[in-house]
């Protein structure tokens, strides 16, 4: 059983995985900061609130009943401020990781296809037309 948890763990997909987790949540912080310090800024200066997660922030309560800890509260901001968050965070990492890897992996990919490749069509004919000759 040991044996075969270490399998599992020394297994490309399980460090991948690992890799992935500690980028995301790496990435996710740079985003929350970026958000924070810059984006949350502007929403303030153009819509008078701290960020979106008060915009669009509706307090449903009974009509008779003062205000109390337990009034319900819709809020669309608050949707609006994660998917923003969220697109962020996909752009970050599609932009600075996944494009980076996929050119790397199509230029080796390039690459082993021209070591691969043997020799052309000509040079074949080449050397047919010199072995002919002889």
Sequence with gaps: ?????????????????????????A????????????INPI?????????????LT???RDQGTPAVDDDAILSF??????LLNFLLVALAIYFL????LNALAARNAKEEAEED???TEIE???????????
């Design 77 to 82: 901001g608050l949707v609006l401020n994660a």
């Design 97 to 100: 990781v996944v494009v980076p």
């Design 117 to 119: 490749a043997g020799p």
């Design 27 to 38: 990435f996710g912080a740079v985003i929350t900061s970026v958000v924070d310090g810059v």
């Design 1 to 25: 059983m040991i044996k075969g948890f270490k399998e599992f763990i020394t297994r490309g997909n399980a460090v991948d995985l690992a890799v992935g987790v500690v980028i995301g949540a």
């Design 43 to 55: 929403i303030a200066a153009i819509f008078g609130k701290p960020d979106l997660s008060h915009v």
């Design 58 to 60: 509706w307090t449903l």
């Design 124 to 134: 074949l004919l080449t050397e047919i037309r010199d072995s002919l000759k002889k």
